[in-house]
């Protein structure tokens, strides 16, 4: 038995994404984006819904381009920070002490202490109502040194993502539930 709760925007999980961009005076900003993710592989390609409002947009379509830096649990208040204030009249990344590194690829920051880097060029936006969704071409992905890509993945414990539970908190990840494209064929005829 089901109940409607209307057409409304609820879905789990999400990422909180932290988007650097550079604003018109060449500032480095930051702001938290729940509603995004890898959406092709060939270009591999990675898309963000932002509202005009933010300061983000203008930086975004000026520059035709952003970055997603993925932040670890550590990180939590200052994601929590840079979704609440504007870089319009914040200077984000000195009241969080995050470190901005202009990405060597495309013309946006990225955050230093976050242990996974997406790099972004602007592909294509497409105007939703609420919100644009730009669909960035990934230039690059940099992980932290020290995390083990040797089998061509990163550990999602290792990595530490914060996984934002929509108009709640924050949470961690959680266990392992079995290899994909595996558990599944023991219900193979
Ligand atoms: C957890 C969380 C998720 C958010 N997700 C989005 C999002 O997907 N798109 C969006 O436009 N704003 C989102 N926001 C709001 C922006 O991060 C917020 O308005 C921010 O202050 C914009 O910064 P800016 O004006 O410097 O670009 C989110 C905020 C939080 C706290």
Redesign the pocket.
């Known amino acids: 038995m089901k109940k409607s709760l209307g057409a409304r925007t609820l879905s789990f999980p999400?990422p909180?994404?932290l988007?650097g961009?550079y604003?018109e005076e060449g500032r480095a900003?930051?702001?938290?984006?729940?509603?995004?993710g890898i959406v092709c592989s060939e270009p591999p390609c990675l898309a963000?819904?932002?509202?005009p409002?933010?300061?983000?947009?203008s930086?975004i379509v000026k520059n035709k381009a952003f970055t997603v830096s993925i932040p670890n649990s550590r990180l939590a208040a200052a994601?929590?920070y840079?979704?609440?204030?504007?870089?319009?009249d914040?200077d984000?990344f000195a009241r969080t002490g995050l470190t901005p590194v202009k990405s060597d690829l495309v013309n946006a920051p990225y955050v230093d202490e976050s242990p996974l880097i997406i790099e972004c060029q602007l592909h294509n936006s497409l105007e939703l109502g609420s919100?644009t969704l730009f669909v960035g071409c990934i230039a690059d992905v940099k992980a932290e040194a020290d995390l083990d890509f040797s089998r061509g993945s990163l550990d999602i414990n290792e990595v530490d993502p914060i996984i934002?539970n929509s108009g709640g908190d924050?949470h961690k990840v959680g266990a392992s539930l079995g290899k994909a494209y595996s558990i599944g064929m023991a219900l193979k005829a």
């Open positions: 999400l909180a994404f988007v961009s604003d900003n930051l702001m938290t984006a729940a509603w995004g963000v819904a932002i509202r409002s933010r300061w983000t947009f930086a994601v929590d840079v979704g609440m204030f504007s870089g319009k914040h984000k919100h934002y924050y």
